[in-house]
C-alpha cells in the first residue's frame, strides 16, 4: 500500500515537472520570438530612408538627400546618374543665386549660349574617363573602342563638365547605335587655328541605320532638333559651340560615319560667342538643269552639279559648314551658322560669285540660271522666330 501510495505522488510531481518545464519553454520561446521581431524590426527601421518632413528647396540637396537614402547599394550606373543630375544642376543653381536687382531685362541666356569661364585640363585623360564610365554599356553590346592620341597634347582651354557632358552623350549615342561586335575609334590630334591652337577629336564607328540614309539627311541631323535622331547630336554641336568650339559630322561612306569635335587649347583660341547665333540652310537649284541633261547628258550633267558643289564649298567654312549636292535634282545645299541679322551677307555672297561664275563641260561654257532659297533650321536652344530676318526670302 505505501508503495501504491507514493507512485500517484510521484507520478503527480512528474507531471508538475512537466508542466513547468513546458511553461519554462513557452516563455523562453515568446521570449526569443519577441527579440527576434524587435531585432527584425530595428533593422527594417534602420533600413528605412529617413526623409525630413521639410523638403530643401535647392535641387543638389535633394539629389544629396536622395542618394544617402537610396536603399541598396548603388551600382556604377546609379553613381554616373547621380553626378550627372549634378552636373546639370549648377547651372539650375546659379540661375536661383542671381541677384535680385538683375531686373526682368537681364534674363540668363540659353544655356548652350551662356559665357562660363574656361578652365585648362587635359582632354585625352577626360575622353579615358569617360570611355570608362562607359564599360557596362559597351560589354552588354560588346563593342570594344580604341583611343589614340599624338604626343605632346596640349590642355584644353573649355568647361571640363560640359564638355564630357557632350563627350559622353555622343559615344552614348555611337554605342546604342553600333551593331553589335563593332569598335570605336576615338583619335586626338593638333591642329592650328586662326586665333591659336586646338584639339581636334575624332569619333568613327559603324551605324548599320545609315545605310540607305542620304547624305544629306544624314548631315542635318547635326541641326535639325525635330528629328528624333538628331536631337543628341544637336545637343552635342550646341555644346561645343558654346565652349568656343565646333562640331561638324561627315559620312565619307554607308554607315561609317565620322563626329568632328574642335576644342580650343590656347586661351587666345578660346573665342565665346557675344551674340545668339542662329542656323540657315540655303538651297540653289538649277532651274535650267533639264535642259542641260537633254543637251550633254546625264553623265556630264552629274559632273557640272559636282563643280558647283566644290566651288560653294570654297565659300563657306567647309566642312564645318555644309555643303552637299543631290546631282540628280540639280540642287546644291548649304547649312551655316550665322549672328542673328547677317544671314544675307553669306546668302548674297554665295549669289554674286555663282552669277558672275562660268561653268564649263568640257571646253564649252554653260549658260546656267540659279534659284536661291534662304530659310532659318529649328535647333534645341538657339531658334528663335522672332529673330529671324524679316527679309528672308527666295531671290
Avoid at 501504491?4 to 512528474?14: D, F, H, L, V
Avoid at 526569443?32 to 518632413?53: E, F, H
Avoid at 554607315?255 to 547665333?277: C, D, E, F, N, R
Wanted: net charge positive; proline share 6%.
Amino acid at each position: 500500500m505505501a508503495v501504491r501510495t507514493k507512485k500517484p505522488k510521484r507520478a503527480a510531481s512528474t507531471k508538475a515537472r512537466a508542466r513547468i518545464s513546458s511553461k519554462t519553454k513557452g516563455a523562453k520561446s515568446a521570449k526569443a520570438s519577441r527579440k527576434a521581431a524587435g531585432t527584425r524590426a530595428v533593422k527594417k527601421t534602420a533600413s528605412a530612408p529617413s526623409i525630413p518632413q521639410t523638403l530643401p528647396d535647392d535641387l543638389k540637396s535633394l539629389v544629396d538627400l536622395l542618394e544617402k537614402s537610396w536603399p541598396t547599394a548603388k551600382t556604377r550606373d546609379v553613381t554616373r546618374v547621380f553626378s550627372a543630375i549634378r552636373a546639370a544642376a549648377r547651372p539650375h543653381d546659379e540661375e536661383q543665386t542671381l541677384p535680385a536687382d538683375t531686373g526682368p531685362t537681364a534674363a540668363p541666356a540659353p544655356e548652350a549660349q551662356r559665357p562660363r569661364a574656361p578652365q585648362s585640363f587635359d582632354l585625352l585623360d577626360l575622353l579615358r574617363r569617360t570611355l570608362t564610365a562607359h564599360d557596362l554599356l559597351f560589354l552588354r553590346r560588346r563593342i570594344t573602342y580604341h583611343i589614340a592620341a599624338s604626343a605632346g597634347l596640349s590642355r584644353v582651354h573649355a568647361d571640363p563638365d560640359r564638355v564630357q557632358a557632350a563627350t559622353a552623350s555622343l559615344l552614348e549615342y555611337m554605342a546604342t547605335h553600333a551593331p553589335r561586335g563593332s569598335r570605336i575609334t576615338v583619335q586626338l590630334k593638333e591642329i592650328p587655328l586662326r586665333s591659336g591652337s586646338g584639339i581636334e577629336v575624332l569619333y568613327s564607328g559603324t551605324d548599320d541605320s545609315l545605310h540607305h540614309i542620304d547624305k544629306t539627311a544624314f548631315l542635318q541631323r547635326m541641326y535639325e532638333a525635330e528629328s528624333e535622331d538628331g536631337v543628341v547630336l544637336v545637343h552635342c554641336r550646341e555644346i561645343i559651340a558654346s565652349q568656343g568650339g565646333q562640331m561638324w559630322a561627315d559620312l565619307p561612306s554607308p554607315s561609317k560615319p565620322l563626329y568632328h569635335m574642335i576644342l580650343p587649347s590656347s586661351a587666345t583660341a578660346v573665342q565665346v560667342a557675344t551674340q545668339p547665333h542662329q542656323m540657315f540652310k540655303y538651297d540653289i537649284s538649277i532651274a535650267n538643269y533639264a535642259n542641260v541633261r537633254k543637251r550633254f547628258g546625264i553623265k556630264k550633267s552629274l559632273s557640272l552639279v559636282g563643280q558647283i558643289e566644290m566651288y560653294v564649298r570654297a565659300l563657306v567654312r567647309h566642312p564645318i559648314d555644309i555643303v552637299t549636292a543631290v546631282r540628280e535634282k540639280g540642287v546644291i545645299t548649304t547649312i551655316y551658322e550665322s549672328p542673328r541679322g547677317a544671314a544675307q551677307s553669306v546668302a548674297s555672297r554665295i549669289s554674286q560669285r555663282l552669277g558672275n561664275e562660268e561653268f564649263h563641260i568640257g571646253k564649252r561654257a554653260v549658260d546656267l540660271l540659279f534659284r536661291y532659297n534662304l530659310a532659318p533650321l529649328r535647333t534645341s536652344t538657339s531658334y528663335n522666330a522672332e529673330a529671324v530676318d524679316k527679309g528672308l526670302h527666295a531671290s
